[in-house]
Every structure is written in C-alpha cells, then in structure tokens.
C-alpha cells in the first residue's frame, strides 16, 4: 500500500528567514486508491460471471447442433431400404394388364 507522501519547497527570504510551503499528497492517493480498487471490483464482478453464464449458455446449443450434424451425417439404412423398395416393381402388378374403363 502506498504510503502518505508530500511535496515541500524551502525559499529563503530577504530577511533571512525560511519560507516552507507543504503540500500533503497523502488523500489523493488514497482516493486515487479507492478509485481503481472500485473500477477493479466492478469490472471482475461483471466479467467473471459474465463469462461464466455465457460458457455455460453456450453449451446446450452447441450440443443440439452437435446431435443434429451428427444424425445428418450417420448412415440411414433402414430409410434407404424402404425407398428402395417401395420404388422396385412388385411382380404381381406387372403382370396384370392395365384395366382401362
């Protein structure tokens, strides 16, 4: 911690005596002190759960996204074998002529 500090000037008069002027920096550094130590406070107890809540926010969509390209991305056999054969011609439709009325 910083610790009272003042400024002096000595003159010497014309009458032989000593001219002191003081000036004491000690509240100004102490207010200089609270000041950044208030800004310190205020900035780490607005960023540190700031960050906290936007890691923490951030995580449950990413893992839907994550799920979603992951079932987008995954072999579907089953849809692929019913597509296939719905499409394939059963051999009893082709035999039968078309009726026409």
Avoid: H
């Avoid at 509240?27 to 890691?55: E, K, M, N, Q």
Wanted: charge should be positive; proline fraction near 6%.
């Amino acid at each position: 911690m910083l610790s009272d500090s003042c400024d002096a000037v000595a003159i010497k008069v014309q009458d032989g005596r000593w001219l002191v002027l003081l000036r004491d920096n000690g509240s100004l550094f102490v207010v200089t002190r609270i000041i950044l130590d208030a800004l310190l406070w205020g900035i780490s107890l607005t960023l540190i759960p700031g960050f906290a809540g936007w890691y923490l926010l951030r995580r449950r969509p990413l893992k839907r996204i994550r799920a979603v390209q992951a079932s987008a991305e995954a072999p579907a056999p089953f849809t692929t074998t019913l597509i296939s054969s719905s499409l394939r011609p059963s051999a009893s439709s082709s035999s039968r002529p078309c009726a026409s009325g």
